[in-house]
């Protein structure tokens, strides 16, 4: 690969994305919650790498999807890239955690398979691509252009070559380096850059920066796409050149690494704000003791079904639909739908909760009625 970056300009960087990891493997978190934030993280990454191609679904309608309760009326070509999405991204985990398997191009080619799985033959999944292809921005313009179809295969071979070998360089860096590459040449003819962002979570993952599967990269990025493609183009230029400076993009990688885990970390915050208010309810006797997880879940999740909050709580349908009444009467959360179909979005008292964490998220709207109706068969 024959791109170019500076190592003392990309320090600070590093340091901060050290100094993450280092907290989240010391994080004094329960168990169960644990479990949840990390449920929650995989949902937004899935949707987050979609979102960023343009998918419509809402954070509500992806997580029915990947829990298989979505409805049929979703839009098909969504649903089916999500489902790809978390088939590529599956794949990818899998091979990070076994250390015995290169990273090499027939693995890349099944990364990307997996991301058109389902879809249209006509995008060639696993193919590389024998057209000019252009990388365009959120708003429509052109990025950058890419090499001829006829470089493809050498300059991917030469990707793959690199990446089976280890020359020292941090993952974190090599991750961007590889995600910059990868999308420079943009191999395939659709599904570039889903396949060059679950490349990049399989090199941070075995390289020890899963940061405990607590942190969603993509959902970061989801929520700057201008300044992801902005990076892109000031590392790439207008048009792919051999021995380009990839340190923009690098650095701007690893913020994204460190902005992504800073905002787990004042979710946490919180969290710990959470518990403290729903447990002096608890002192003086307006919540049922076994609430305390039932509303952390909502909190963690941005809603909750009743079906969730027996679940976690082990309630009975009787005692949830009274709690979940005394939750709502208390301001915790607010329900919607019919009775055969509620749900509930986080009520005042949760949303004012000091480093709520997540900006406006979908999920805190009113979802399809078509899909919550499935949500709850």
């Given at each position: 690969?024959?791109?170019?970056?500076?190592?003392?300009?990309?320090?600070p960087?590093?340091?901060?994305?050290?100094?993450?990891?280092?907290?989240?493997?010391?994080?004094p978190?329960?168990?169960?919650?644990?479990?949840?934030?990390?449920?929650?993280?995989?949902?937004?990454?899935?949707?987050?790498?979609?979102?960023?191609?343009?998918?419509?679904?809402?954070?509500?309608?992806?997580?029915?999807?990947?829990?298989?309760?979505?409805?049929?009326?979703?839009?098909?070509?969504?649903?089916?890239?999500?489902?790809?999405?978390?088939?590529?991204?599956?794949?990818?985990?899998a091979?990070?955690?076994?250390?015995?398997?290169?990273v090499?191009q027939?693995?890349?080619?099944?990364i990307h398979?997996?991301v058109?799985?389902?879809?249209?033959p006509?995008?060639?999944?696993g193919?590389?691509?024998?057209g000019?292809n252009r990388v365009?921005?959120?708003?429509?313009?052109?990025?950058?252009?890419?090499p001829?179809?006829?470089?493809?295969?050498?300059?991917?071979?030469?990707?793959?070559?690199?990446?089976?070998?280890?020359?020292?360089?941090?993952?974190?860096?090599?991750?961007?380096l590889?995600h910059?590459?990868?999308?420079?040449?943009?191999?395939?003819?659709?599904?570039?850059?889903?396949t060059?962002?679950?490349?990049?979570?399989?090199?941070?993952?075995?390289?020890g920066?899963?940061?405990?599967g607590?942190?969603?990269?993509?959902?970061?990025?989801?929520?700057r796409?201008?300044?992801?493609?902005?990076a892109?183009?000031?590392?790439?230029?207008?048009?792919?050149e051999?021995?380009?400076?990839?340190?923009p993009?690098?650095?701007?990688?690893?913020?994204?690494?460190?902005?992504?885990?800073?905002?787990?970390l004042?979710?946490?915050?919180?969290?710990?704000?959470?518990?403290?208010?729903?447990?002096?309810d608890?002192?003086?006797g307006?919540?049922?003791?076994?609430?305390?997880d039932g509303?952390?879940?909502?909190?963690i999740?941005?809603?909750l079904?009743?079906?969730?909050?027996?679940r976690?709580?082990g309630?009975?349908?009787?005692?949830?639909?009274?709690?979940?009444?005394?939750?709502e009467?208390?301001?915790?959360?607010?329900?919607?739908?019919?009775s055969?179909?509620r749900?509930?979005?986080?009520?005042?008292?949760?949303?004012?909760?000091?480093?709520?964490?997540?900006?406006?998220?979908?999920?805190?709207?009113?979802?399809?009625?078509?899909?919550?109706?499935?949500?709850?068969?």
């Amino acid at each position: 690969m024959d791109a170019r970056f500076d190592p003392e300009a990309l320090r600070p960087g590093l340091d901060q994305v050290n100094l993450k990891c280092t907290i989240f493997e010391n994080l004094p978190l329960d168990p169960l919650h644990r479990e949840w934030i990390r449920q929650r993280a995989w949902v937004r990454t899935v949707h987050g790498t979609t979102r960023i191609e343009g998918n419509t679904l809402s954070d509500f309608e992806v997580e029915q999807l990947l829990d298989n309760r979505a409805s049929r009326a979703l839009p098909r070509k969504d649903a089916l890239e999500i489902l790809g999405s978390r088939s590529a991204l599956e794949l990818a985990d899998a091979i990070a955690r076994d250390g015995t398997v290169p990273v090499d191009q027939a693995v890349i080619r099944e990364i990307h398979r997996r991301v058109l799985d389902g879809q249209s033959p006509l995008l060639t999944p696993g193919e590389y691509r024998r057209g000019e292809n252009r990388v365009g921005g959120p708003d429509g313009e052109i990025v950058f252009t890419t090499p001829p179809s006829g470089d493809v295969p050498a300059l991917m071979r030469a990707l793959a070559d690199w990446l089976v070998a280890d020359d020292g360089t941090p993952a974190p860096i090599r991750a961007a380096l590889a995600h910059l590459e990868f999308v420079a040449i943009h191999p395939f003819n659709d599904g570039n850059g889903r396949t060059a962002r679950a490349l990049s979570r399989l090199m941070l993952v075995r390289g020890g920066y899963a940061l405990d599967g607590l942190v969603s990269l993509d959902a970061w990025l989801d929520l700057r796409r201008s300044d992801y493609f902005a990076a892109i183009r000031a590392s790439i230029g207008q048009s792919y050149e051999p021995g380009y400076d990839a340190t923009p993009f690098a650095a701007f990688f690893l913020r994204a690494i460190a902005g992504a885990a800073d905002h787990v970390l004042a979710r946490l915050r919180g969290l710990g704000q959470v518990q403290i208010r729903v447990r002096r309810d608890l002192a003086d006797g307006r919540l049922a003791p076994m609430m305390l997880d039932g509303l952390v879940y909502a909190w963690i999740n941005r809603s909750l079904r009743p079906a969730d909050y027996r679940r976690v709580t082990g309630r009975s349908a009787y005692a949830t639909s009274r709690d979940l009444a005394t939750a709502e009467k208390l301001g915790y959360v607010v329900g919607e739908g019919a009775s055969s179909a509620r749900w509930y979005r986080l009520g005042p008292k949760l949303l004012e909760t000091p480093a709520a964490g997540e900006p406006a998220d979908p999920r805190e709207s009113t979802p399809r009625p078509a899909a919550l109706g499935a949500a709850q068969g």
